[in-house]
Structures are given as C-alpha cells and as structure tokens.
T-cell receptor, first 109, second 115 residues
C-alpha cells in the first residue's frame, strides 16, 4: 500500500530552527510537495522536489532522498505566523497526490 | 501564481437539502480538477478527479450519486452535495492543474455545516 509518515505535532521556539521529516512508500514517484495549512484554510504551496538534494527558498528549505524515501522541510528564524500544519504529499506514478496526515507545528515565544 | 477561486467560503444548510460548491480557475485553463474533503485534524482525502468534458473518477467509498461533480468547462468545476446530512459537514477543497504540469493550485475551501 501507499503510505506517508510524518510526526503528528512538533513544538519550537520563535527564532529557532525546526526540521519536519516525511517518509514515504508509494507506487512510483513523480515528486514530493510540502504545503502549509493554517487552521480553517486551504493548503498553500511551499516547495516541490523531484531530484535528490536541497532546495532553498528564503527561510524554508526542502530536502529529498529518493533512495531512502525521505524528505524534510527546514524552517529557519521561526516566526509566530509559522504556527500551522505542514503537509507532505507525494505524486505517484498515476500523477495522483498521496497526502500525509500533516504535522502541527506550535511556535512558542 | 495561478489563482483558483472557490465559492462559497462557508455554507450552512438544512438536512435533506442540496448544496453546490463552485471551483473556478481564474487565469488558466484547468484540464483536471480535484475535490477533497477534510475532517477536523485529519489530512486531505481525495474524493474525485474530474477532467474537462468527461465523467469524474471517484475514489473508493465516495458515493457518486451523492457527490455530483460537473466539469463542463476548462475553468469551472462544481461539486453538489445532494440530500446533505450532518455527517457531510466538513471542509471541502478543490484544486486545479494544467495538463502536463505537476503543481496543483488550491481554492480557499468551503466549510459546509449541515444542521
């Protein structure tokens, strides 16, 4: 079966760095997405990785290792507004998105 | 980036009535649109995939006669929840993509409450 695993909840301090991990097992791979979702709102796109390595975009970076079925989202200089759920999603061989359950990130002052 | 507009943002309806939710791609032609449902504290669950001009493909367990999906044009898809019940209360989200592109763009979601 297809499976996406990510931690349920994480807590970090304002100004710090946090890494949210995602492991996956899917039928085929056509890229991995990270989305941010604030409560009551639709997800917003953060990053897309299809090749191994690190993609940096401002305070957010995303890493992918296809051989390990592993990705992480790195958030630097955390701000209170970063409190949200972070969803990992993998596009499978049929170009369907398989979603993780999301990681709720709590930022404390 | 591309914009997907979903309407209404929230709706309250009586049990037994039907509700229609619209999803529009404002500045691109969406060959494929996806409809998701999300219960509180749970991940997105794909309900169906619709391609313009053809019947929607429903995920296992999703009743096609209850959740009617129409994708009549390249910029509009609608989801109609028929004979709504309280257990249909959820957050419904659409996303749209261009054929050959990898990224799907999300609408803002519709919170449906059935009373």
């Amino acid at each position: 079966g297809q499976n996406i695993d990510q931690p349920t909840e994480m807590t970090a301090t304002e100004g710090a760095i946090v890494q949210i991990n995602c492991t996956y097992q899917t039928s085929g791979f056509n890229g991995l997405f990270w989305y941010q979702q604030h409560a009551g709102e639709a997800p917003t796109f953060l990053s897309y990785n299809v090749l191994d390595g690190l993609e940096e975009k401002g305070r957010f970076s995303s890493f992918l290792s296809r051989s390990k079925g592993y990705s992480y989202l790195l958030l630097k200089e955390l701000q209170m507004k970063d409190s949200a759920s972070y969803l990992c999603a993998v596009m499978d061989s049929n170009y369907q998105l398989i979603w993780g359950a999301g990681t709720k990130l709590i930022i404390k002052p | 980036g591309a914009v997907v507009s979903q309407h209404p943002s929230w709706v309250i309806c009586k049990s037994g009535t039907s509700v229609k939710i619209e999803c529009r791609s404002l500045d691109f032609q969406a060959t494929t649109m996806f409809w998701y449902r999300q219960f509180p504290k749970q991940s997105l669950m794909l309900m169906a995939t619709s391609n313009e001009g053809s019947k929607a493909t429903y995920e296992q367990g999703v009743e096609k006669d209850k959740f009617l999906i129409n994708h009549a044009s390249l910029t509009l898809s609608t989801l109609t929840v028929t004979s709504a019940h309280p257990e249909d209360s959820s957050f419904y989200i659409c996303s749209a993509k261009i054929q050959g592109d990898t990224e799907a763009f999300f609408g803002q979601g519709t919170r449906l409450t059935v009373v």
